[in-house]
């Protein structure tokens, strides 16, 4: 079954809803506008119930099936709205209006394809359950998906079974991809602090040296992945952040040092805490100096329930064609927050093709408005699937 015909007659609204929230970026939990805008929306539509503030300033909808009664099914399909802190490098007209913010990751486009969505399933009700259409905030490093969770989302809404869906550069327009099993990494912050001893830059030997410490530090850690993870197994360690000094004949007396840790099981994010402890202090003290690691777990591994995940290839597959839905895809390295649902419910997650453009996270993305048939449509045949009328 291809693109639904209804859902094909106002793409080009959903499409002007997508660029009407691209032009407005808003950061982690502060997306007042387009929470608003998401909630007038869903209560124009004819949902159920329509709640604001959940995880501060997430929004969810409520629509029941034509048959939805005592002990009929609840699925919820959730969307992430936040921008993120970059500016925008593209000539569209619809181009961000907020200096330094910019939907580089595509969340309008998720949340335009959720609306979509929405609309469709609140006109036909062609299902026998409940449907919850969760928007989340602050996915972007803020964990609104946990907030939102530990704001008793499962539990208030009566959710069994949660899906998400991202897009994906790269992946042609129309195709899916996703894989039973871990598909995202764990993300874990790194904050190593420094402490050496400052002193005029022409008498090093009368110093510590903490900007060759800090080096040092980062070259040692590269080891850790490369000869103490096994081959077979992912994981990597990017330090991006080294501050020291601020002038050049000053050796500083402190530096400071910010990176993320990435996983895909729980043993290698073990690994990884452990030998970084060890290889952070043993190679400042070789130096004379100290170093103190800090090692915040945040973002669990995305891992798709086997069931939820076979049962998502079907409907895209449907949507798409089988030779189209990559249903054993590699894993990726980057993280999402809706780990965190998955962790509290049976689900899975999918990524949809976002054709030829920038990378996520990158200056001249954007999203491709040609996905949005697509990802709406899986959207609207997950449910009418799971739930038949």
Same mark, same amino acid.
């Given at each position: ?33 387009? !929470? ?50 970059? /500016? ?34 609140? /006109?036909?009700? =062609? ?15 803020? !964990? ?5 969770? &530990? ?15 991202? =897009? $994906? ?13 871990? *598909?995202?990494? !764990? ?7 420094? &402490? ?10 009368? +110093? ?17 992945? +490369?000869?103490? @993870? ?15 000094? +601020?002038?050049? =004949? ?5 530096? *400071? ?32 100096? +100290?170093?103190?690691?800090? $090692? ?15 049962? !998502? ?12 839905? =990559?249903?054993? @895809? ?47 449509? $899986? ?11």
């Amino acid at each position: 079954m291809p693109i639904v015909n209804r859902i094909a007659d106002f793409h080009p609204e959903i499409t002007a809803w997508r660029r009407d929230l691209h032009a407005h970026p808003e950061l982690l939990y502060d997306v007042h506008r387009t !929470a608003g805008a998401v909630a007038e929306k869903l209560k124009s539509f004819g949902c159920d119930e329509v709640v604001t503030g959940i995880g501060r300033t997430g929004v969810v909808g409520v629509i029941h099936g034509s048959r939805a009664g005592e002990g009929a099914r609840v699925i919820g399909l959730r969307a992430d709205m936040d921008a993120l802190p970059i /500016e925008e490098a593209t000539d569209v007209p619809y181009k961000s209006t907020v200096p330094g913010k910019m939907h580089a990751c595509g969340h309008d486009g998720h949340t335009a394809m959720l609306l979509g969505a929405a609309r469709y399933l609140t /006109e036909t009700r =062609n299902f026998s359950g409940t449907t919850i259409v969760i928007f989340q905030p602050a996915e972007e490093g803020g !964990a609104g998906g946990k907030a939102m969770v &530990e704001d008793g989302l499962m539990e208030r809404f009566r959710i069994e079974e949660v899906y998400g869906m991202h =897009n $994906y550069p790269g992946l042609a327009v129309g195709e899916f991809a996703l894989r039973p099993g871990p *598909l995202m990494a !764990a993300a874990d912050r790194i904050t190593i602090e420094i &402490e050496g001893r400052g002193g005029h830059a022409a008498r090093p030997h009368a +110093s510590i040296d903490t900007v060759l410490v800090g080096a040092q530090i980062i070259n040692a850690v590269q080891s850790i992945v +490369s000869r103490n @993870v096994d081959p077979l197994e992912a994981a990597v360690i990017s330090i991006c952040v080294f501050q020291a000094g +601020s002038t050049d =004949n000053v050796i500083p007396q402190t530096a *400071l040092l910010r990176g993320t840790a990435r996983s895909l099981t729980p043993k290698v994010r073990d690994q990884l805490e452990t030998r970084l402890h060890d290889v952070v202090t043993g190679t400042a003290r070789l130096h004379g100096a +100290s170093a103190k690691l800090t $090692y915040r777990r945040d973002y669990p591994i995305t891992r798709n329930h086997e069931r939820q995940a076979a049962f !998502a290839a079907s409907v895209a597959k449907e949507v798409a064609g089988g030779e189209r839905v =990559n249903d054993q @895809v590699a894993p990726v390295m980057g993280a999402e927050d809706f780990s965190f649902m998955l962790e509290a419910r049976p689900g899975a997650f999918i990524f949809v093709g976002n054709g030829t453009s920038a990378g996520l996270h990158h200056p001249a993305y954007d999203f491709n408005d040609e996905a949005i048939p697509f990802g709406t449509s $899986y959207w609207v045949k997950l449910v009418e699937t799971a739930m038949p009328a």
